[in-house]
């Protein structure tokens, strides 16, 4: 298995088309994967992909999409973890885990202060074995014109802190619109 990083929002053509092919057969109930690579966000400079491949098919993915974030005094930079998966064929293989090693890996050496992600109940004890925890924070985000919203998903929040600090209190500020 092969691991690559495809850096943000220029992602060449084919492999556009080979991670949309991904997202479908791991998530075939979500439309938006037939028509774009992006499920509820937008990507900007600095977010990048990690994709797991074999022969030349990715098997793997997680999508870091980098966010400044303010809880009370604290600013922080956080990548936000989101469209994890692994092919069906595939998830005896580790795929997805080996993604978010590298993706963690490159998130603490481009300076990230922690990361977040949301997922249902039935993933908490798979994100944990990568050090990260229920948190308590309401997340906001920003939409592109300003206004701040609440993310009112059922998903679980889940952070883990990329540097020796604890994980800030209060809610959450992003400046991104979702992820």
């Not at 990507?43 to 999508?63: K, N, S």
């Not at 005896?92 to 990230?112: V, W, Y």
Request: aromatic share 10%.
């Amino acid at each position: 298995m092969r691991i690559d990083v495809v850096r943000e929002p220029d992602v060449p053509p084919a492999i556009d088309a080979a991670i949309m092919r991904l997202q479908q057969r791991a998530f075939p109930k979500t439309e938006s994967f037939a028509r774009s690579r992006y499920y509820t966000h937008t990507a900007r400079q600095g977010d990048f992909r990690v994709l797991a491949w074999l022969d030349e098919a990715p098997v793997g993915q997680v999508v870091v999409m980098w966010a400044n974030a303010r809880a009370g005094a604290q600013n922080l930079r956080l990548a936000g973890l989101g469209n994890v998966c692994s092919d069906p064929d595939h998830r005896k293989e580790h795929a997805a885990s080996a993604c978010i090693e590298r993706a963690l890996e490159l998130a603490r050496q481009e300076d990230g202060d922690g990361a977040l992600l949301f997922c249902g109940a039935s993933l908490e004890k798979f994100y944990a074995r990568f050090g990260f925890e229920i948190v308590s924070n309401e997340v906001f985000f920003t939409h592109p014109d300003g206004t701040i919203f609440r993310r009112n998903h059922r998903d679980i929040r889940m952070g883990l802190m990329l540097k020796d600090q604890p994980w800030p209190a209060g809610d959450l500020y992003l400046d991104t619109e979702d992820f």
